[in-house]
């Protein structure tokens, strides 16, 4: 046991089943602990914040945050590759990273407590998870405490009744896109999964297992749901693809979903968080979107817009970039 990992998680956070992916994929040796009344008192040892996953390391070091903690273990275990050595390829794989932990979580979370069928669904499975032990009465108490309390954090994404559309019209269209780009390639980014496979997976992946969302998923997007099967336990199958292979399929994604929405609003969301405001406005493809702020994401775009300064040739990218309307949100 010295040398193995412990991951204190659950399968309907996509931020945990993200972690545990990566760790299936490098082979380091792990162990998957639910996060329960059971774990708890081991998992409050080493939580810093009340948020999974955690992983727990063989030096008895608690680190959390899903996008660190690949970092983290990427430097201790470097192969197989997650980065394209293609540089343009690379920068966008990141790109897409955070785009899936920031806007695909909106998908994720709008769609799983939106409707009713989603909602007994998800709290019926949270419920069984924390309370393994309890009867019917109490089972079903927990099932309606769960389904009203996370019910009423919606908000947390950006999900209200003007926004509601917005996001299921991304969720469709991002659909329609990857399931274009997947039918010539087994990953996002050729026969290896990238740095950016796993944030938009672990999003994927939760809304697969909900009602309204994963009855979409199988109907409309069959290559989509294979990388959600595959990309449980992936494994690198032959090589990375340069970005001019990638291009053709890959930039609808960027121009349509991150340059056009994504950017727009983390943007949006930043200076809101720099101005103090408790509610911003902005115009993403023409609708209007509003919500409160939130202080991680504008957290979250200072490390992206870090990790594009620390390119050192920008040019092939920024070309890229510009094309796709991200350009001027990363170099603000």
Same mark, same amino acid.
């Given at each position: 046991?010295?040398?193995? *990992?412990?991951?204190?998680?659950?399968?309907?956070?996509? *931020?945990?089943?993200?972690?545990?992916?990566?760790?299936?994929?490098?082979?380091?040796?792990?162990? &998957?602990?639910? %996060?329960?009344? +059971?774990?708890? !008192?081991? *998992?409050?040892?080493?939580?810093?914040?009340?948020?999974?996953?955690?992983?727990?390391?063989?030096? +008895?070091?608690?680190?959390?945050?899903?996008?660190?903690?690949?970092?983290?273990?990427?430097?201790? *275990?470097?192969?197989?590759?997650?980065?394209?050595?293609?540089?343009?390829?690379?920068?966008?794989?990141?790109?897409?990273?955070?785009?899936?932990?920031?806007?695909?979580?909106?998908?994720?979370?709008?769609?799983?407590?939106?409707?009713?069928?989603?909602?007994?669904?998800?709290?019926?499975?949270?419920? %069984?998870?924390?309370?393994?032990?309890?009867?019917?009465?109490?089972? =079903?108490?927990?099932?309606?405490?769960?389904?009203?309390?996370?019910?009423? %954090?919606?908000?947390?994404?950006? =999900?209200?009744?003007?926004?509601?559309?917005?996001?299921? +019209?991304?969720? =469709?269209?991002?659909?329609?896109?990857?399931?274009?780009?997947?039918?010539?390639?087994?990953?996002?980014?050729?026969?290896?999964?990238?740095?950016? +496979?796993?944030?938009?997976?672990?999003?994927?992946?939760?809304?697969?297992?909900?009602?309204?969302?994963?009855?979409?998923?199988?109907?409309?997007?069959?290559?989509?749901? !294979? &990388?959600?099967?595959?990309?449980?336990?992936?494994?690198?199958?032959?090589?990375?693809?340069?970005?001019?292979?990638?291009?053709?399929?890959?930039?609808?994604?960027?121009?349509?979903?991150?340059?056009?929405?994504?950017?727009? &609003?983390?943007?949006?969301?930043?200076?809101?968080?720099?101005?103090?405001?408790?509610?911003?406005?902005?115009?993403?493809?023409?609708?209007?979107?509003?919500?409160?702020?939130?202080?991680?994401?504008?957290?979250?775009?200072?490390?992206?817009?870090?990790?594009?300064?620390?390119?050192? @040739?920008?040019?092939?990218?920024?070309?890229?970039? @510009?094309?796709?309307?991200?350009?001027?949100?990363?170099?603000?």
């Amino acid at each position: 046991m010295a040398n193995i *990992y412990r991951i204190f998680g659950a399968e309907l956070s996509p *931020y945990s089943v993200k972690v545990r992916s990566y760790f299936r994929y490098k082979g380091i040796p792990h162990e &998957w602990i639910l %996060r329960n009344p +059971d774990s708890q !008192a081991e *998992y409050q040892k080493y939580a810093r914040l009340p948020i999974v996953p955690l992983v727990v390391t063989p030096q +008895d070091e608690g680190i959390q945050d899903s996008t660190p903690i690949i970092e983290r273990l990427e430097s201790l *275990y470097p192969q197989p590759a997650i980065h394209p050595s293609d540089q343009v390829s690379a920068f966008v794989s990141v790109l897409l990273e955070e785009f899936g932990d920031e806007w695909g979580n909106k998908w994720m979370f709008h769609c799983r407590w939106a409707r009713d069928v989603d909602q007994l669904s998800s709290a019926g499975r949270i419920a %069984r998870m924390m309370k393994p032990a309890a009867d019917e009465k109490q089972l =079903s108490a927990a099932i309606a405490q769960v389904r009203e309390r996370m019910v009423g %954090r919606v908000w947390l994404v950006g =999900s209200n009744a003007r926004t509601a559309p917005q996001i299921e +019209d991304s969720f =469709s269209e991002t659909l329609g896109i990857l399931e274009t780009h997947l039918a010539r390639r087994t990953y996002l980014f050729g026969a290896w999964p990238g740095f950016g +496979d796993f944030g938009m997976w672990g999003q994927l992946y939760n809304a697969w297992t909900d009602p309204t969302p994963g009855a979409i998923i199988e109907a409309r997007a069959p290559k989509v749901l !294979a &990388w959600i099967q595959r990309m449980l336990w992936p494994r690198a199958e032959g090589e990375f693809e340069a970005w001019a292979g990638l291009e053709p399929t890959l930039m609808p994604l960027l121009e349509q979903q991150v340059g056009r929405l994504f950017m727009p &609003w983390t943007t949006a969301n930043a200076a809101a968080i720099a101005a103090g405001r408790e509610e911003f406005s902005v115009e993403l493809a023409g609708r209007t979107w509003t919500q409160q702020p939130q202080k991680y994401h504008a957290k979250s775009l200072a490390a992206l817009r870090e990790k594009y300064a620390a390119l050192p @040739d920008k040019q092939a990218v920024d070309m890229v970039l @510009d094309r796709a309307g991200c350009l001027a949100g990363l170099r603000a």
